[in-house]
């Protein structure tokens, strides 16, 4: 089993920023992706970007240039630090870890990200 705990969500006022980190633990060595989804009411849960064990990184289209997705392999924590936020990136925000060897994904809990207008 791997556990992930999040942290760093919070209210932060339209054009701010905000760092989300997600430490893992337990059986990670099967774990070579790592990332962040969000999911806003009434809307499905939506990939915001992940980093491959070697640094490769992908991001949704909407986030691009804002958000920053970063890794601590050593640390076995993952980092999103989201810049110029706006009203949409309001949601709650999943860490992720994934093993494509057993194509098997764990879940943290989810910490709140809301923006204010």
């Known amino acids: 089993q791997v556990q992930l705990v999040e942290s760093g969500g919070g209210l932060v006022q339209a054009g701010g920023s905000l760092r989300l980190s997600c430490a893992a633990s337990?059986?990670?060595?099967?774990?070579?992706?790592m990332g962040w989804y969000r999911q806003a009411p009434g809307k499905q849960r939506e990939l915001v970007a992940n980093i491959i064990r070697y640094g490769s990184t992908n991001y949704a289209d909407s986030v691009k240039g804002r958000f920053t997705i970063s890794r601590d392999n050593a640390k076995n924590t993952v980092n999103l630090q989201m810049n110029s936020l706006k009203v949409e990136d309001s949601a709650l925000y999943y860490c992720n870890a994934h093993s494509t060897r057993y194509d098997r994904d764990y879940w943290g809990q989810g910490t709140q990200v809301t923006v204010s207008s």
């Open positions: 337990g059986n990670i060595f099967n774990i070579n992706v």
